[in-house]
């Protein structure tokens, strides 16, 4: 069950600092390195709605250390809900 705390970890980490976590698309181990996350992120959503607009989504790259907590995350991308995402 070290994958579901890895999220877990990743999404209370965005739902108290970022924003409320859309999805998580990939969870990857390195022994030496610790893990690393790609979560995406729904991004103003307010102001999307309010002009009637498709809602932006961001794709965020999150590292974690070997005791599965985060020291870093960075946008990788952001793009329309409903376009098509490519791989980074």
Known sequence: ??????????????????????KITSVEVNENEGWRVIAEVIEEKEYM?????????????????NDKEVTSFSRKDIRYRSAIGQEM
């Open 1 to 22: 069950m070290e994958i579901k705390e890895i999220m877990n970890n990743v999404a209370d980490f965005f739902n108290n600092h970022i924003a409320p976590l859309h």
């Open 49 to 65: 709605k309010k002009y009637a607009k498709d809602e932006m989504l961001g794709t965020y790259e999150v590292l974690l250390n």
